[in-house]
Each structure stands twice: as structure tokens, then as C-alpha cells.
């Protein structure tokens, strides 16, 4: 017997066969400085200076797998998330907070903002803008057609437009305050508000955003001592601010606040200790799970009393506007940048002191460290957004 495939299954079976299968990307940007150091918990510029980098990370391969690296400024200065990946991962933004002075003596405020072309092989910088003195924290809205770059030296946040890889100046939010120190920012799912954590004064600022207007609404959380970085679930209900507490680690747990944004006014609606100076933060893609990169002491000299031999990664559950703790694993020494692969079956940690990027399984339980690379000064790092 012929067994006559219909003619409309047919035309789908043709147009399958005749459509190439890719395999989905999966990146990680790691931001690299090649200034910074510590000497026994004392900063210094690191000798021999090593240039600043970009490395571009394979997460499809088992272990990650570094796949391109290009020059461009980076810094350990600010919170992790230096660094911004396009939806479709065909750009990513990083900032440069720190530079080395004209006289090759000491590192200064800078203001740079990169835009790298991850599609071009090998990856280039296409373009180098300017944000404001201490550019730190980049984050791109849900829409991909605006950034916004968190200026600590300057109390303002400088506002980008986004078309295709093209990105173009479009003025700055000024907070009125130059030591207000914006670090992070988040934006909502929907795009109309961003909240930037503000360490030098102890605030969470919202921004009202239409189109490429940005407004500061003068609306200020508290989320706790020195708020630091910021997160926002995938479902805009929550965003979970982590801050450094007094003089940015002296041995106090510090905490991870949870602002209800679906409030009106946003407001902290909860507090959990995480432990001293929890540098690095990130939300799986889903939303369930927090991992935090916890300094623990680790960049402190050894004689001090506060002082431990390993930093701390540690998970949590986000459920109904709550965290509970899962699990935790040791990692290196003044560890900064933290991030989940697209299904958190996997953590990276950038670990400065040991110029790695540590890898660790995730089955929802239990951490098993799997995998290691190797960056001159891993200090931000940040995968895609949904």
C-alpha cells in the first residue's frame, strides 16, 4: 500500500528540510581589568599593568569555553554588571570607570563606554562614547532601543539610544547630588521605569521612562546601607537590591533588600542577611534563583580579624516575593561578577586574585565546581537577557 502524505504536510516537510537548524547561541561577555590589584587588602595598580580586555565565553561547550577576546577599558571600580549583551547577542555595551593618569602613576575617574561587535570575527570595538566620570553599572531596556550608564563620580546617569548596533548619546538624568554615587541599574519587564541604586547616599532612585524620555520621579526606596547592585524579576514584581554595608565591608552581614515594585509608591517590603559585602549579583533567567557573590572577608589583609581565605557563591530561591537560602560553595579571593547560564544549570564567578573565572553545575541543590578560565582581572560579567 502508498501511503500519500497530504499536501499540506508536504509543504511543511519541504520548507523544514529547506530551513537551516541553528544551533541557539549562548554567550557570556567577561569585562577584564588589567590595572587593579591588592597588596595583602590594599589596592594598588597591578605590576606589570596589563591592558583591559573583553572576553567573549561559549556556553554551549562543556567546560565554557573562551571563544574571542578584543582590547577595550574595563574596571573593577563599580558593581559587576559593567557590562550589557544584546538580546540577539550581536552587541555588547561595556564601561570603563577607571584609567591609568597621564603619568602612569595612579588610576582616575573615566568615562568610557564601548560598543563591541560580537558578530564580527574576530570581535572589534565598532565604536568608544563617552558617559560620565566613573562609569560603572549599563544595563539595555527590554525593547533594545535605549541604555542607560551609571555614573559614580558624577551623580548622574547618561541615556543612549539603541538602533541596530548603533548607539548614540542622548543626554544625562542628573540626580542634583555629584557624591550620590549611582552604581545599577534595572529596568521592568514593560520598559516604563528603571531603579538605580545610589551607594553614596543610601538610595534607590526610579526613573519614569516614554520612549527616549527619562524622567527621575523623585521617587527614593531605602533598600538598606550603600545599595549596591540590582535585579529585577522577569515577571517586574520584585526587584532585589544587594547592598555593601558600612565602609564597604568590615566584617557586618550585609543584606539583600526586596522592593515591591508593583506598589504604589515601590517600596522595601523585605530584608535577608546574606553575609560581608555580597559584591556580585544575578537572577536566573527565570526568575527562581538569586546567586550572590559574597566577598566574605576575602579582600582584606590577613591579619585582619574580619579576614577569610575564600569568598562564598551562594543561591537562593525567589518565591512569592521571598528568599530562602539553597546552597553555597566556596570560590577565590575578591571575587566580583556573577552569572547563570540561560537554564542556571551553570555559575560563573569572576574571581580577581586568582585571574579566573570559576565555573560551578547547578541542579537546583547543590553547587559542584566543574570548570575554570583564565582572565587577567574578571571584574563584570553578564549574559543576555530574555
Known amino acids: 500500500m ?3 502524505v497530504p499536501q499540506k504536510c508536504a509543504l511543511v516537510l519541504a520548507l523544514a528540510l529547506l530551513t537551516p537548524v541553528a544551533a541557539t547561541a549562548q554567550i557570556a561577555v567577561s569585562a577584564n581589568d588589567g590595572k587593579s590589584a591588592l597588596n595583602d587588602g590594599k589596592p594598588q595598580m597591578r605590576s606589570p599593568l596589563v591592558p583591559d580586555s573583553v572576553s567573549i565565553i561559549d556556553l554551549n561547550q562543556t567546560p565554557p569555553k573562551i571563544i574571542g577576546e578584543v582590547a577595550a577599558p574595563a574596571s573593577a571600580v563599580g558593581p559587576p554588571t559593567s557590562v550589557a549583551v544584546a538580546k540577539d547577542e550581536s552587541f555588547a555595551l561595556v564601561t570603563g570607570a577607571m584609567k591609568v593618569d597621564a603619568d602612569g602613576k595612579k588610576v582616575v575617574p573615566d568615562n568610557k563606554l564601548s560598543v563591541i561587535d560580537l558578530k564580527a570575527k574576530p570581535p572589534v570595538v565598532s565604536a568608544t562614547l563617552e558617559a560620565g566620570p566613573g562609569a560603572t553599572g549599563v544595563t539595555i531596556n527590554p525593547a533594545g532601543d535605549l541604555a542607560l550608564v551609571a555614573n559614580r563620580n558624577d551623580g548622574t546617569v547618561s541615556i543612549f539610544k539603541i538602533s541596530g548596533k548603533t548607539v548614540t548619546p542622548a543626554g544625562k538624568i542628573d540626580f542634583g547630588a555629584a557624591n550620590s554615587g549611582p552604581c545599577a541599574i534595572a529596568f521592568t519587564p514593560d520598559g516604563k ?31 538598606g546601607l550603600r545599595p549596591y547592585g540590582i535585579n529585577m524579576s522577569p515577571k517586574g514584581d520584585v526587584a532585589l537590591v544587594a547592598d555593601l554595608g558600612l565602609n564597604n565591608g ?7 533588600s526586596i522592593i515591591d515594585v508593583k506598589a504604589k509608591p515601590p517600596r522595601t517590603i523585605d530584608t535577608v542577611t546574606v ?24 579582600n582584606k589583609a590577613k591579619a585582619a580579624p574580619i579576614y577569610n581565605d575564600h569568598g562564598i557563591l551562594k543561591i537562593y530561591r525567589l518565591k512569592d516575593k521571598k528568599l530562602t537560602f539553597v546552597t553555597q560553595a566556596d570560590v577565590g579571593h575578591w571575587c566580583q561578577g556573577v552569572t547563570f547560564n540561560k537554564d542556571a544549570k551553570k555559575v560563573l564567578v569572576q574571581c580577581m586574585i586568582e585571574n579566573e573565572i570559576m565555573v560551578f553545575d547547578f541542579d537546583g541543590k547543590k553547587l559542584k565546581k566543574s570548570g575554570s578560565l583564565k582572565a587577567n582581572g574578571p571584574a563584570g560579567i553578564r549574559i543576555a537577557d530574555k
Open 275 to 298: 553575609g560581608p559585602t555580597p559584591e556580585g549579583m544575578t537572577l536566573s533567567r527565570d526568575g527562581k534563583y538569586l546567586a550572590l557573590a559574597v566577598m566574605n572577608g576575602s
Open 193 to 223: 521605569l528603571a531603579f538605580v541604586t545610589r551607594d553614596g547616599d543610601n538610595k534607590v532612585s526610579v526613573l519614569k521612562i516614554d520612549g527616549e524620555k527619562v524622567e527621575y520621579t523623585k521617587r527614593d526606596v531605602g533598600a
Open 2 to 4: 502508498v501511503y500519500r
Open 250 to 256: 568590615n566584617g557586618d552581614d550585609d543584606t539583600v
